[in-house]
């Protein structure tokens, strides 16, 4: 049984910076990709990046490049959310995320199977 368990979020002032942390355990083998996914109330959740397992590369969705930063710590099997500069609008519930019965690495944060229970992150004004 695939668990998935966000830490880190918090409440902070604009301008100010997070790290969340993602435990993962129960993989029967280590996914492709490792997804970090928000959501704020009342719309969809949306993706902010994907880390790819096997070259430790990196995949932001538009507009996230360069605040948020996702690393791995595949000896703690940990996944890392760095965000700097925050703002109100990155208020929202952050999800750590996977899909390791599926091949590569899905784009549609429909395909995603695997969910931690989220962490929230507030920033005020």
């Known amino acids: 049984q695939v668990q998935l368990v966000e830490s880190g979020g918090g409440s902070v002032q604009a301008g100010g910076s997070l790290t969340l942390s993602c435990a993962a355990s129960g993989y029967t083998r280590t996914p492709f990709c490792m997804y970090w996914v928000r959501q704020t109330p009342g719309k969809e959740r949306e993706w902010v990046g994907r880390f790819y397992t096997d070259g430790n590369y990196t995949f932001y969705a538009r507009g996230m490049k360069g605040r948020f930063t996702i690393s791995r710590d595949g000896a703690k099997d940990t996944l890392y959310l760095h965000m700097n500069n925050l703002q109100p609008e990155d208020t929202a519930m952050y999800y750590c995320?996977?899909?390791?019965?599926?091949?590569?690495?899905?784009?549609?944060?429909?395909?995603?199977?695997?969910w931690g229970q989220g962490t929230q992150v507030t920033v005020s004004s």
């Open positions: 995320a996977s899909a390791s019965s599926r091949p590569g690495c899905p784009s549609s944060v429909a395909d995603l199977s695997e």
